[in-house]
């Protein structure tokens, strides 16, 4: 058992019959155009955090998401975390951090909620069906940017919070939340936010919640676990400017070439062999996931996976490493035909972080072997190897209290058992929260597996985003059950 979680035990007790779900579900059940209405407006904000024209935008919905707070009578700040750097050396204010709270009781459990409100960017050339920032309900889902990551999930945190209220029930347990503005850009800020909260607004957290992933089929999941990345560049140059001899573009794609073989078994010296092995608790926890690899063909479009098992394939989604290549910067990219020579190309590629790996080690390792494979070549070009990423993987124990709470809570909403799975994205401010403030973190998504996150047409299904809504409001209470007692 986790050692933070050991004082602690789930008591169902009388309480349970106290507990008047029907009529919180009544009351969720009758207000469904309203919160589409309030995701609405919500997504006509374009809060693009990587377009700095949009800047404006997104200070109008870290305001528009205080204001929501404080109307229901939240204790609300809007906390000031810096500026943001331009490459052109100019500083852009940074959208501020939302937090609030709900309660104060020392006798109940405080629970933090994570979000945020910020997307990617989005444009009806880009393939969208319908205009990304005009909500658009189509057989039961809900088309918009930022619908699924991350708006309607911070929305149905607020809802859940309003409809005790609305019911004039006392809230079971204290609750906070902190929404950013950057999430989607890398958080900045964040971190030195979290760090000096952490014995402020932090300090009577008890759990830490986040709801910005989705499920990985129809059945609804509890996450515990994400992969980190390593973020490499890979700089290869002529130092003479002719390219003569040997053209930067090959030395870097020589070296490129070295990295995996064609069944993606990573080839550089010890990163396989610092990965936590498989047990079988792990695998059996994977066989009983419900996933259809026939349906996940079909979903990303392709004839054949790399792996032809359930197991083998989540296993190298959440749990093994994997080296990816984004792309060459300087290379030729535009229609048509360029035979000018680039005296310096830049391969940006990542490798996902797992336990047990380390980020400093895995610089390292991918640093020295690249100059070692490049020193092979004897070219007279020169290499650099620099990581300008270095996230750690999170994992939190599913033993925990807190995940029994969620489990009760699906149980109550959805009559199923959840599936507990990974993500094989990064989701870095899960690592950040568990490192700085200490506490036990959860990952509760109400996206589903079709959502779309990132891409064109993106969708929240009307179903989820109104039944999720019930699950917080069910989750509240569940936590409530969790007692604290001598050891």
């Known amino acids: 058992m986790n050692p933070r979680a050991a004082p602690y035990i789930l008591l169902v007790i009388s309480a349970v019959q106290g507990f ?59 906390v000031d975390i810096g500026q943001q750097e331009l490459p052109d050396g100019q500083t852009l204010a940074l ?3 939302v937090t609030a709270q709900f309660g104060s009781d020392p006798n109940k459990r405080t629970v933090c909620i994570y979000g945020h409100v910020d997307v990617q960017p989005a444009k009806m050339d880009d393939g969208w069906a319908t205009d990304p920032y005009n909500l658009t309900d189509i057989n039961g889902n809900l088309y918009g940017r930022g619908a699924s990551d991350n708006k309607a999930p911070v929305l149905a945190w607020i809802h859940a919070v309003e409809a005790y209220q609305a019911l004039h029930m006392e809230l079971p347990v204290n609750v906070k939340f902190i929404i950013e503005g950057m999430e989607e850009t890398g958080s900045n800020g964040l971190e030195d936010m979290i760090v000096a909260q952490r014995d402020i607004f932090f300090s009577d957290v008890d759990y830490i919640i986040i709801s910005d992933c989705g499920w990985l089929s129809r059945r609804p999941a509890l996450t ?6 390593c973020y490499f560049f ?13 053209e930067p573009m090959t030395d870097l794609i020589g070296i490129l070439d070295t990295l995996i073989d064609p069944n993606g078994k990573i080839l550089i010296p010890g990163i396989r062999e610092a990965v936590a092995p498989l047990s079988d608790e792990e695998w059996k926890m994977y066989q009983d996931i419900q996933f259809d690899l026939e349906n996940y063909k079909n979903k990303i479009g392709v004839d054949q996976l790399m792996y032809n098992s359930k197991v083998d394939l989540l296993a190298h989604m959440w749990r093994y490493p994997t080296v990816s290549i984004h792309g060459i910067q300087g290379a030729f990219s535009d229609h048509g035909t360029k035979t000018v020579i680039p005296a310096k190309v830049v391969a940006k590629f ?7 790996m380390d980020p400093a080690v895995v610089k390292k390792q ?4 690249l100059h070692l494979v490049f020193s092979k070549r004897k070219s007279p070009n020169k290499l650099k190897v620099t990581m300008v990423i270095g996230a750690k993987p999170w994992l939190a124990d599913t033993q925990d209290p807190v995940f029994e709470a969620g489990k009760a809570a699906i149980k109550r909403v ?14 870095p401010i899960a690592r950040t929260f568990q ?11 109400i996206g589903g597996f079709d959502d779309g996150l990132h891409s064109q047409n993106e969708k929240m299904s009307r179903y989820n985003y109104i039944e999720g809504t019930k699950y917080f409001i069910a989750y509240l209470h569940e936590v409530s059950l969790i007692k604290k007692t001598s050891v």
């Open 366 to 369: 991918v640093t020295d072997y």
């Open 414 to 427: 959805f009559n199923v058992d959840p599936d507990l799975i990974r993500e094989g994205a990064t989701i």
């Open 435 to 445: 490192d700085v403030t200490g506490k036990s973190i959860i990952m509760m998504p």
């Open 95 to 97: 959208p501020k951090v």
């Open 224 to 229: 515990y676990g994400t992969r980190g990345n």
């Open 234 to 246: 890979a700089e290869v140059w002529d130092t003479k400017g002719f390219c003569t001899v040997i």
């Open 20 to 78: 008047r779900y029907s009529e919180l579900e009544q009351h969720v059940n009758s207000k469904q155009e309203e919160y589409v209405e309030a995701l609405r407006e919500w997504v006509a904000i374009e809060s693009d955090s990587s377009n700095v024209l949009k800047r404006p935008d997104l200070h109008h919905m870290m305001e528009k998401a205080a204001q929501k707070l404080r109307l229901m009578g939240g204790m609300v700040e809007l």
């Open 350 to 356: 990542s490798i996902r972080q797992v336990p047990n």
